[in-house]
């Protein structure tokens, strides 16, 4: 079974740029996660989608960071302007949620971040 | 605010040892508690899950208990193997949510062969 797929793997960008990540979640997830791992703050919970509604996004930092979850099978993440604070890995994860009882995430590899 | 606390930070032990990763947390009102595996340049990887009415989660070498009340989890790998050596994540699960996880920072584990 395919796993949840990210793209890209790596983006190196100058600072001022649009960037925009990518996730494919496993098929038939019903919950959708982005979190920005740095090795100052670790994972942080950056928004949470259920049924491809935002339902939290008090972890998105700023007004420069938006997501957006168009169909079961895709979502975004996009930062305008992107800033050299913002280099991390940003990981995708799905899950299935049934009845509120916790299902385990299961996670992309991630989208390794340089702003320079 | 909900805190995870890992300890320690990196371990390297021989092949074959026995070990106990540990996991403290500051608000025992958990849904559920989680253990992953990191691997560089990879994602997450989930391998036991505490509902937080459970006690422990056992799957092969691996075993995980949860104290509720102290706030405290450990992760028992028994006969650690070389494959085993990675970064090793517990979450929590709380804050009124079943969805939002509070992760710890991580315990790097080496097993040398």
């Known amino acids: 079974d395919a796993g949840v797929i990210q793209s890209p793997r790596h983006e190196v960008t100058e600072m001022g740029q649009e960037v925009t990540l990518r996730c494919k979640p496993i098929?038939?997830?019903?919950?959708l996660f982005w979190y920005r791992q740095t090795m100052m703050r670790g994972l942080e919970l950056l928004i949470y989608f259920n049924n491809n509604v935002p339902i939290d996004d008090s972890g998105m930092p700023e007004d420069r960071f938006s997501a957006k979850m168009p169909n079961a099978s895709f979502s975004t993440l996009k930062i305008q302007p992107s800033e050299p604070r913002d280099s991390a890995v940003y990981f995708c994860?799905?899950?299935?949620?049934?009845?509120?009882?916790?299902?385990?995430?299961?996670f992309g590899d991630g989208t390794r971040l340089s702003i320079l | 605010k909900q805190e995870v606390t890992q300890i320690p930070a990196a371990l390297s032990v021989p092949e074959g040892e026995n070990l106990v990763l540990n996991c403290s947390f500051t608000?025992?009102?958990?849904?559920?508690l989680q253990w992953f595996r990191q691997d560089p340049g990879k994602g997450l990887t989930s391998l036991l899950l505490?509902?937080?009415?459970?006690r422990e989660q056992t799957s092969g070498r691996l075993n995980a208990s949860l104290d509720k009340s102290s706030g405290r989890s450990t992760l028992y790998i028994a006969a650690s193997q070389p494959g085993d050596s990675a970064t090793y994540l517990c979450?929590?699960?709380?804050?009124?949510?079943?969805?939002?996880?509070?992760f710890g920072k991580g315990t790097l584990l080496t097993v040398n062969p």
């Open positions: 505490i509902q937080s009415s459970q």
């Open positions: 994860a799905s899950s299935l949620e049934y009845r509120e009882v916790s299902q385990p995430q299961h």
């Open positions: 608000d025992s009102a958990i849904y559920n």
């Open positions: 098929s038939g997830h019903n919950s």
């Open positions: 979450a929590v699960n709380s804050g009124g949510s079943n969805y939002k996880l509070t």
